[in-house]
């Protein structure tokens, strides 16, 4: 008995036509902002006009597409899942992220989240906030996810969360704890951050 195949979803040939790395990296301006805004399911709603620019698509091409449409191959996939398991929760996380653009290009930003609510109290959607991750943030970073990445390639996700863990029990710290304490803007550039963050809630 054969076996009738559904023909894909437009987001599913999306995630199939993703863009080959080029390892070239977009140079972002620190003052500025991106911003997105997705329902439950991770599925992008809106973006700010930075957002679009950088992510190298068009704004209707984003709009109903999943996130991880702009996922890199380098990003370990424990780092997503840290993500939703907290923000599911209604629980903010800071994260450093590094993203693809469409032509392949790459840019790494420091994420931190938004959760709104309903009448309820169901949560109904997440805006992230994202801006630029300081150098000095991904001489730390990006060879601890390059480690990630080796580790999840060769013995799966658990096996990475499982050395993540053991990273960060060494410091003492949450991953949340760890990047806030990486990244988190200080000072008058923190003020202004959480300013900028005010206008789109």
């Given at each position: 008995?054969?076996?009738?195949?559904?023909?894909?979803?437009k987001?599913e040939?999306?995630s199939?036509l993703k863009?080959?790395?080029t390892n070239?990296?977009?140079?972002l301006?620190?003052?500025?902002?991106l911003?997105?805004?997705?329902?439950?399911?991770?599925?992008?709603t809106?973006?700010?006009?930075?957002?679009?620019e950088?992510s190298g698509?068009?704004?209707?091409?984003?709009?109903?597409s999943?996130?991880?449409?702009l996922?890199?191959?380098?990003m370990?996939?424990?780092?997503?899942y840290?993500?939703?398991?907290?923000?599911?929760?209604?629980?903010?996380?800071m994260?450093?992220?590094?993203n693809?653009a469409?032509?392949?290009?790459?840019y790494?930003?420091?994420?931190d989240?938004d959760?709104?609510?309903?009448?309820?109290?169901?949560i109904?959607n997440y805006?992230a906030?994202?801006?630029?991750?300081?150098k000095?943030v991904?001489k730390?970073?990006?060879?601890?996810?390059?480690?990630?990445?080796?580790i999840?390639?060769?013995h799966?996700?658990?096996?990475?969360l499982?050395?993540?863990?053991?990273?960060?029990?060494?410091?003492?710290?949450?991953?949340n704890q760890?990047?806030?304490n990486?990244?988190?803007p200080?000072?008058?550039t923190g003020a202004?951050?959480?300013?900028?963050?005010?206008m789109?809630?």
């Amino acid at each position: 008995m054969s076996m009738l195949k559904s023909h894909p979803t437009k987001m599913e040939i999306k995630s199939m036509l993703k863009p080959y790395p080029t390892n070239k990296e977009i140079k972002l301006n620190p003052k500025e902002m991106l911003v997105s805004k997705t329902d439950q399911r991770g599925v992008i709603t809106y973006g700010n006009k930075k957002f679009v620019e950088v992510s190298g698509y068009k704004e209707n091409e984003l709009i109903g597409s999943p996130h991880s449409i702009l996922r890199h191959p380098d990003m370990p996939k424990a780092i997503f899942y840290l993500m939703w398991e907290s923000i599911k929760k209604g629980k903010n996380i800071m994260a450093v992220v590094k993203n693809l653009a469409r032509n392949g290009d790459h840019y790494w930003v420091t994420t931190d989240f938004d959760i709104q609510r309903d009448r309820e109290g169901k949560i109904r959607n997440y805006i992230a906030y994202r801006q630029a991750a300081p150098k000095s943030v991904l001489k730390e970073i990006e060879p601890l996810y390059q480690k990630m990445l080796e580790i999840e390639n060769e013995h799966g996700m658990d096996a990475s969360l499982k050395y993540l863990e053991g990273f960060l029990e060494e410091k003492d710290m949450s991953y949340n704890q760890y990047i806030e304490n990486l990244a988190k803007p200080k000072g008058i550039t923190g003020a202004l951050f959480e300013k900028m963050k005010q206008m789109f809630a």
